[in-house]
């Protein structure tokens, strides 16, 4: 609005030119278009409520801290209210009062006028800012914001929090509110809000609603785009990070996480082995039955008992420049057979195929399996303990290895045994009944794996989880160092999730 504009310039307090020359810092053009937007919003006292959906990494954090500068630095004289909400204390909220820290610090109109009292309120003359949790526990009913309610990470604050506790700060005031966030489920508070300020878009032309993807941050900042093609590199284009934190893609809350598409990128080309080959590289993937899963009748009902399951593949570390590929060869599969058994018989076929690594379940029962593998093999056995947060982590980089194309299965042919078409079919199997749920939350958690009493439509038969499971602890072994051709031999991949920590 011209008038707007006029009055800020006559102050001179333009958004852009004061944030530009007062803290040395300069908006890009889609953080401008927000800026503008949300302080005519406050200033007009117009309540708007806006949605703005960032690719990760792009900003979105920075213009908050800026905002808020801002409209201290104009509200200065008046009593004057804008209230911070995150999804947690630490590390989200404490990393929002460092930035706006910075923020004031650099400032060269409040650099020495602003305080801090209580440990999270910062003060311009009579206006402020509080910053809040919004995590399901936090106490924060009571607090009042009568400029600006700016709720963080929006994704990831349940709806009701929002509704019983964070909404009526606002209420009174008819304060403008800002719902930022990154894409995740279609069924969260940014989700809905986008929603209804979509509507309401469509109903008086007034923008509310801006969804960025990496591309339209990369054509203003190119090395943005070199990083987002790293990331599509590692986790591959249809990994949910990607599309989510990347390319601003909604995906389901639930569903199958096998479909179609995904498990033809596990199909190779290379053939099975019987035994290994000279001069190549073999890890080893086990996954260990329940206690009461051993020894049971292998007739009728429990003959397709969840079994202990191994994974061999051979390690590929040229397939791309910086990761390994994994390329499964063979699979082998026990049902009532005693762990002190299988001991012996691991020991052979880890000697047998020289296996540089074996990731072990070492959950429950399998810890004693375990440990007694550890004792003969050493390092090169990797504990695994299944909790709610591993097997998420775990699912996560197992997606990453699928969608990247770095986990490979055989191509079976009659010129092997039809053992390896069983097996493979079984796994094959497992994939189009797993089934996923994500949990609301910042920690991104997701639960997997085939559900109880699962059957396969054509044979009838009980489906398990076995191979899955055995197949997805190759991608534990991306923690590990490998060493490669070349003066910088040692390559370490990076957890999936790592990019998103401290956001």
Same mark, same amino acid.
């Given at each position: 609005?011209?008038?707007?504009?006029?009055?800020?310039?006559?102050?001179?307090?333009?958004?852009?030119?004061?944030?530009?020359?007062?803290?040395?810092?300069?908006?890009?053009?889609?953080?401008?278009?927000?800026?503008?937007?949300?302080?005519?919003?406050?200033?007009?006292?117009?309540?708007?409520? /806006?949605?703005?959906?960032?690719?990760?990494?792009?900003? !979105?954090?920075?213009?908050?801290? =800026? $905002?808020?500068?801002?409209?201290?630095?104009?509200?200065?004289?008046? #009593?004057?209210?804008?209230?911070?909400?995150?999804?947690?204390?630490?590390?989200?909220?404490?990393?929002?009062?460092?930035?706006?820290?910075?923020?004031?610090?650099?400032?060269?109109?409040? @650099?020495?006028?602003?305080?801090?009292?209580?440990?999270?309120?910062?003060?311009?003359?009579?206006?402020?800012?509080?910053?809040?949790?919004?995590?399901? &526990?936090?106490?924060?009913?009571?607090?009042?914001?009568?400029?600006?309610?700016?709720?963080?990470?929006?994704?990831?604050?349940?709806?009701?929090?929002?509704?019983?506790?964070?909404?009526?700060?606002?209420?009174?005031?008819?304060?403008?509110?800002?719902?930022?966030?990154?894409?995740?489920?279609?069924?969260?508070?940014?989700? #809905?809000?986008? !929603?209804?300020?979509?509507?309401?878009?469509?109903?008086?032309?007034?923008?509310?609603?801006? #969804?960025?993807?990496?591309?339209?941050?990369?054509?203003?900042?190119?090395?943005?785009?070199?990083?987002?093609?790293?990331?599509?590199?590692?986790?591959?284009?249809?990994?949910?990070?990607?599309?989510?934190?990347?390319?601003?893609?909604?995906?389901?809350? =639930?569903?199958?996480? *096998?479909?179609?598409?995904?498990?033809? #990128?596990?199909?190779? $080309?290379?053939?099975?082995?019987? @035994?290994?080959?000279?001069?190549?590289?073999?890890?080893?993937?086990?996954?260990?039955?329940?206690?009461?899963?051993?020894?049971?009748?292998?007739?009728?009902?429990?003959?397709?008992?969840?079994?202990?399951?191994?994974?061999?593949?051979?390690?590929?570390?040229?397939?791309?420049?910086? $990761?390994?590929?994994?390329?499964?060869? =063979?699979?082998?599969?026990?049902?009532?057979?005693?762990?002190?058994?299988?001991?012996?018989?691991?020991?052979? &076929?880890?000697?047998?195929?020289?296996?540089?690594?074996?990731?072990?379940?070492?959950?429950?029962?399998?810890?004693?399996?375990?440990? /007694?593998?550890?004792?003969?093999?050493?390092?090169?056995?990797?504990?695994?303990? *299944?909790?709610?947060?591993? !097997?998420?982590?775990?699912?996560?980089?197992?997606?990453?290895?699928?969608?990247?194309?770095?986990?490979?299965?055989?191509?079976?042919?009659?010129?092997?045994?039809?053992?390896?078409?069983?097996?493979?079919?079984? /796994?094959?199997?497992?994939?189009?009944?797993?089934?996923?749920?994500?949990?609301?939350?910042?920690?991104?958690?997701?639960?997997?794996?085939?559900?109880?009493?699962?059957?396969?439509?054509?044979?009838?038969?009980?489906?398990?989880?076995?191979?899955?499971?055995?197949?997805?602890?190759?991608?534990?072994?991306?923690?590990?160092?490998? /060493?490669?051709?070349?003066?910088?031999?040692?390559?370490?991949?990076?957890?999936?999730?790592?990019?998103?920590?401290?956001?």
């Amino acid at each position: 609005m011209a008038d707007l504009d006029r009055l800020l310039i006559k102050l001179g307090l333009d958004v852009v030119p004061f944030v530009r020359h007062a803290s040395g810092l300069k908006l890009r053009g889609y953080q401008e278009a927000v800026a503008r937007a949300v302080v005519r919003s406050v200033v007009e006292h117009q309540g708007l409520s /806006f949605v703005v959906i960032f690719p990760r990494q792009s900003g !979105k954090n920075e213009l908050q801290a =800026q $905002l808020q500068a801002y409209l201290l630095t104009l509200f200065f004289g008046q #009593r004057a209210e804008i209230v911070q909400v995150s999804p947690t204390w630490k590390p989200q909220t404490m990393n929002a009062m460092y930035r706006l820290e910075a923020n004031l610090s650099g400032n060269l109109v409040v @650099k020495d006028r602003w305080e801090k009292h209580y440990g999270h309120v910062y003060q311009v003359g009579s206006a402020r800012v509080t910053f809040l949790s919004g995590s399901p &526990t936090a106490n924060i009913v009571g607090a009042t914001a009568d400029l600006l309610l700016s709720v963080d990470e929006a994704q990831d604050i349940q709806a009701d929090k929002y509704d019983k506790e964070i909404a009526p700060m606002a209420a009174s005031t008819n304060a403008t509110r800002v719902f930022w966030g990154t894409a995740w489920t279609s069924n969260t508070l940014l989700a #809905r809000e986008e !929603k209804a300020a979509l509507a309401l878009q469509r109903a008086d032309g007034v923008r509310r609603v801006w #969804r960025l993807t990496c591309e339209d941050v990369a054509r203003e900042v190119p090395a943005y785009g070199a990083f987002v093609a790293n990331q599509v590199g590692r986790l591959g284009r249809n990994h949910p990070m990607v599309r989510t934190q990347y390319y601003s893609e909604d995906i389901d809350a =639930q569903g199958g996480l *096998f479909q179609p598409q995904r498990i033809s #990128r596990l199909r190779g $080309l290379h053939p099975p082995e019987e @035994k290994p080959q000279l001069g190549r590289i073999y890890v080893m993937a086990l996954d260990v039955a329940g206690e009461d899963e051993e020894g049971q009748d292998l007739t009728g009902e429990a003959s397709r008992r969840d079994a202990t399951a191994l994974t061999i593949a051979q390690v590929d570390l040229a397939a791309q420049s910086d $990761l390994p590929t994994y390329r499964i060869v =063979q699979r082998q599969l026990w049902t009532g057979v005693k762990h002190t058994e299988l001991y012996t018989q691991l020991l052979t &076929t880890a000697a047998t195929w020289k296996a540089k690594y074996l990731v072990c379940d070492a959950t429950g029962i399998g810890a004693g399996l375990t440990s /007694f593998l550890a004792r003969s093999l050493g390092a090169r056995v990797i504990p695994f303990v *299944f909790s709610g947060k591993s !097997k998420s982590d775990l699912g996560w980089s197992f997606l990453a290895l699928v969608d990247s194309g770095r986990l490979i299965d055989y191509a079976w042919d009659e010129a092997h045994p039809v053992a390896f078409k069983q097996l493979q079919d079984l /796994f094959f199997s497992q994939l189009s009944h797993c089934h996923y749920e994500i949990q609301p939350g910042p920690e991104k958690r997701i639960q997997w794996g085939v559900p109880d009493g699962s059957r396969d439509l054509s044979s009838g038969e009980l489906v398990h989880d076995d191979l899955l499971i055995s197949a997805a602890l190759l991608s534990a072994l991306d923690q590990q160092s490998w /060493f490669l051709p070349g003066p910088t031999a040692i390559v370490q991949a990076a957890d999936p999730l790592d990019d998103m920590k401290g956001f």
